[in-house]
């Protein structure tokens, strides 16, 4: 069926405003498909790290459960190199560092804490990591470093702990009255229900004198 008059210049329009903007609708349109695309495949690839890793977790967990420090190191090695953006990585290294500790390894402990200091995912175990780092240079006798990886500001869930061990540094360094400070403001720091961290901290502050 012919167009009438009217028709044929609604055409027209059509026609002139589409040479002028179909090649940006276009453009947006393929955009628009490559980042859901891309969104799609970045979500399975996600999937398919956190999978793998899980794996290795596991790995890791039963070589502590056997005391096989060969199997532990690969699959610790292993994590951290091949998936080091998943929490898995940075559990991984957490259990390695207690794992070492535990056998006097503190060189390796350090170096498992120290990474996840650096590129833990999470604010929370970057804050589990340094307190624990803290703790072993605590135990090494390297006072000053122990109290300088303290000196981060933590989130306030953390800040009792944080006043806590850096107490505990400076009674190893005989600062008693430093100590007490820093004692005094770990008791003002903690949630009101964690009552044994509380009562811990207050026989240290009572063995310095109150």
Excluded: C
Excluded at 57 to 80: H, P
Excluded at 121 to 140: M, N, S
């Amino acid at each position: 069926m012919a167009l009438d008059l009217e028709e044929q210049e609604q055409v027209e329009e059509l026609k002139a405003w589409w040479k002028q903007h179909g090649g940006i609708i276009t453009a947006v349109v393929v955009a628009v498909a490559v980042g859901f695309a891309g969104w799609q495949g970045w979500r399975w690839y996600t999937a398919s790290q956190a999978t793998q890793a899980s794996v290795l977790y596991e790995t890791l967990t039963k070589a502590v459960q056997a005391n096989d420090a060969k199997a532990l190191r690969d699959a610790a090695g292993t994590l951290v190199e091949s998936y080091p953006r998943t929490l898995y990585a940075s559990l991984g290294a957490l259990v390695a560092a207690r794992y070492y500790f535990d056998r006097n390894d503190l060189k390796s402990a350090k170096a498992q804490l120290a990474w996840v200091v650096e590129r833990a995912p999470t604010p929370d175990f970057k804050e589990l990591a340094r307190l624990r780092l803290a703790a072993v240079l605590l135990d090494e006798k390297a006072y000053d470093e122990a109290l300088k990886t303290l000196e981060a500001n933590p989130a306030p869930a953390y800040e009792a702990q944080y006043a806590a061990l850096r107490g505990d540094v400076l009674v190893a360094k005989n600062q008693a009255a430093d100590a007490k400070a820093a004692y005094k403001l770990a008791l003002e720091k903690a949630d009101g229900s964690d009552s044994a961290f509380k009562e811990s901290v207050r026989m240290r502050l009572d063995a310095l004198g109150g």
